[in-house]
């Protein structure tokens, strides 16, 4: 289960000391750091392409979309960009966890995606069918993998 907005905002604030149960939390600000978060979170997607599946139009109570390595990442960056408009003076751990956890996500988003091949993709010239007749690749055999779905291709041999 993913974390929830309110939930990524509170831990947000915990880091910056501000936790919810020693602090009164105005609404506002709650909401202040929902909208900080959208608009982290969509900036890391156009200038870095990291895609999170954050929940932009989701309420407080809804869904973030986030994993738990991302949520992280999104809590703690947002602790760094929002704490000095609290007045909090942020630990060098606190900034270091913040640059480690985004930098994890860039090597994550770098990382290309295992895809096989399409049974509609010549084998090419190189490829021995060995006395079988099929210029074709053979289907794909693991379902974990993406394969284009938009094809109506009968898998059968």
């Known amino acids: 289960m993913s974390y929830t907005i309110r939930e990524v905002a509170n ?4 880091e910056l000391g501000l936790a919810e149960y020693d602090f009164d939390l105005d609404p506002d600000e709650v909401q202040t750091a929902k909208t900080r978060m959208r608009g982290l979170v969509a ?6 392409g990291i895609q999170l599946g954050f929940n932009f ?3 407080l109570e809804d869904d973030s979309g986030l994993s738990d390595a991302a949520a992280e990442a999104v809590w703690l960056n947002l602790a760094v960009n929002v704490g000095p408009g609290f007045g909090k003076t942020l630990k060098p751990e606190t900034k270091q966890n913040a640059k ?3 930098e994890s996500l860039l090597i994550a988003a770098a990382q290309p995606q295992s895809m096989q091949q399409p049974r509609t993709l010549p084998r090419g010239a190189g490829a021995k069918t060995w006395g079988l007749s099929r210029p074709f690749n053979k289907p794909p055999t693991d379902d974990q993998l993406p394969v284009n779905s938009g094809d109506d291709i009968n898998f059968e041999a």
Do not use: S
Request: proline share 0%; charged share 40%; no cysteine.
């Open 11 to 14: 831990e947000m604030f915990r």
């Open 43 to 48: 900036r890391w997607q156009l200038k870095h």
């Open 57 to 59: 139009g989701g309420d």
């Open 100 to 102: 480690d956890a985004f």
